[in-house]
């Protein structure tokens, strides 16, 4: 699913625009192998920057990333 989620948006960034993705997964699967996938199959666009959080006290583990 999150394949066609990136894949579906991607048409829709502006020129020099981002796009966000973001989980709330820790799983490798779900998150930088999504991205590095994506960046694949998607050349023009590039990895700006990403985090994986883990579950703390404060929150639930979450991944984010630029592109």
């Known amino acids: 699913m999150q394949k066609r989620i990136l894949d579906s948006l991607a048409v829709l960034v ?3 625009g981002y ?3 973001s989980t709330c997964s820790i799983e490798e699967e779900e998150d930088r192998t999504q991205i590095d996938a994506f960046l694949y ?3 023009y666009f590039e ?4 985090r994986l959080l ?3 006290a404060a929150h639930d583990g979450a991944y984010c990333a630029v592109l």
């Open 14 to 16: 502006r020129p020099g």
């Open 41 to 43: 199959r998607n050349g």
């Open 54 to 56: 883990f579950p703390s």
């Open 47 to 50: 990895l700006v920057k990403d």
């Open 19 to 21: 796009l966000i993705y």
